[in-house]
């Protein structure tokens, strides 16, 4: 396995346990931060796409401004 794709294995198993934990320890329900540490991952995903874009477009605005 490629050092990259194990380290994205290991790096989700991180995320997964700490938002699990961190919403158990706050709700005391196993289910609630459990959907709590499936969904909020995806949710950055789709917040890391965006966040991508925009500094994309930033960047090619810096060299439209540097040139």
């Given amino acids: 396995m490629p050092t990259d794709l194990a380290k994205t294995f290991t790096y989700l198993a991180l995320h997964l346990t700490i938002g699990f934990s961190v919403a158990y320890a706050m709700t005391g329900s196993v289910a609630l931060a459990g959907g709590i540490a499936v969904v909020e991952p995806c949710i950055n995903a789709v917040a890391f ?16 401004v540097a040139a």
Avoid: S
Wanted: proline content about 0%; cysteine-free; glycine content about 6%.
């Fill in 49 to 64: 796409f965006f966040h991508e874009k925009a500094w994309k477009r930033a960047g090619a605005r810096h060299k439209l």
